[in-house]
């Protein structure tokens, strides 16, 4: 079946960088795009990045420069670089992809949260 498995968050000072991480399994990988959403308590999920299978990129718009989202086909996993971060990218991280005829899959989640 279809997993996404999470990892790489944590505490960070204000203006500092993770990279978080997601191992996909179960399916084609390298066929299919792949998001990272995030959900702050009490506010709704929301997408902030994604890479197609041929590598395109688009982000949301409060993340535009300081994060950067990749993929490494060889190793079924796609990463997000966090850079310059700031309180409110408090939030839990989920990973997803849609694989056509099976569904829409989200990881467990990791949890980052910037504070001082």
């Known amino acids: 079946q279809v997993q996404l498995l999470e990892s790489g968050g944590g505490l960070v000072q204000p203006g500092g960088s993770l990279r978080l991480s997601c191992v996909a399994s179960?399916?084609?990988?390298?066929?299919?795009?792949m998001a990272w959403y995030r959900q702050a308590p009490g506010k709704e999920r929301e997408l902030v990045a994604a890479?197609?299978?041929?590598?395109?990129?688009s982000y949301a718009d409060s993340m535009k420069g300081r994060f950067s989202i990749s993929r490494d086909n060889a190793k079924n996993t796609v990463y997000l670089q966090m850079n310059s971060l700031k309180p409110e990218d408090t939030a839990v991280y989920y990973c997803?992809?849609?694989?056509?005829?099976?569904?829409?899959?989200w990881g467990q989640g990791t949890q980052v949260t910037v504070s001082s």
């Open positions: 179960g399916y084609s990988f390298s066929s299919y795009y």
């Open positions: 890479i197609t299978s041929g590598g395109s990129t």
């Open positions: 997803q992809t849609v694989v056509p005829a099976r569904g829409t899959y």
